[in-house]
């Protein structure tokens, strides 16, 4: 059970928005930054968005952050095929002293 | 160009212990914070442990804590994790992976490729 809640799955199709929502808690999303990663199969994670709403450097700016309270949500427009992956949203937890992972959000491009 | 490469995994037995190693390079250990992020096949990303850029702050997942030690050298830029006393449930690829700023608090801009650890009898 991930300390920082993600649906499991999305879809949409190509061209269309999807959002991916991560929800967590008061010691975590609701006093630290979010960052957001992506997962293509059979990679390494790499870093979409970081400080709520920053995009890493050579991120299209298709990909967007915010946050809202305790939940963070991640939007991708222009929807291609080449963004089917894993997305992870991620911050640190005062009260664990730890850094969290949301359970991770499988994206399907239908 | 930074670069991490991760080394050390391999079969274990439950109760041995292992020691992964990541050699960086294009930056320096001693300005960045370290992170160990590890998968265990087919789940998600569960964050395990980090180091400070001083070195003097380490941090460690409830999971791990206890059983794993998180260190670095900064004569070979080198990130190391020892994992004792391992359980099935370790069975991972380990990613070591840079903060963007002193401590794990920063997101991680970089990661290596993984390196798999299996526990099996």
């Known amino acids: 059970q991930s300390v920082l809640t993600q649906p499991p799955s999305v879809s949409a199709a190509p061209g269309q928005k999807v959002t991916i929502s991560c929800s967590g808690s008061?010691?975590?999303?609701?006093?630290?930054?979010v960052s957001w990663y992506q997962q293509l199969p059979g990679t390494a994670p790499k870093l979409l968005i970081y400080e709520n709403n920053k995009q890493a450097s050579g991120i299209p700016d298709r990909f967007s952050g915010s946050k809202s309270g305790t939940s963070a949500t991640l939007g991708i427009t222009g929807l291609q095929t080449g963004d089917e992956a894993d997305y992870y949203c991620a911050t640190w937890d005062n009260s664990l002293s730890a850094g969290v992972f949301g359970g991770g959000t499988k994206l399907a491009v239908l | 160009e930074v670069q991490l490469v991760e080394s050390g995994g391999g079969l274990v037995k439950p109760g041995g212990s292992l020691r992964l190693s990541c050699a960086a390079s294009?930056?320096?250990?001693?300005?960045?914070?370290m992170n160990w992020v590890r998968q265990a096949p087919g789940k998600g990303l569960e964050w395990v442990s980090c180091i400070s850029n001083s070195g003097y702050h380490t941090f460690y997942a409830d999971s791990v804590k206890g059983r794993f030690t998180i260190s670095r050298d900064t004569a070979t830029n080198s990130l190391y994790l020892q994992i004792n006393t391992l359980r099935p449930g370790d069975a991972a690829v380990y990613y070591c992976?840079?903060?963007?700023?002193?401590?794990?608090?920063?997101?991680?801009?970089?990661w290596g490729q993984g390196t798999l650890v299996t526990v099996s009898a």
């Open positions: 008061s010691s975590n999303i609701g006093d630290n930054y």
């Open positions: 294009g930056f320096t250990l001693s300005s960045y914070g």
């Open positions: 992976a840079r903060s963007t700023g002193s401590t794990g608090w920063y997101p991680y801009d970089h």
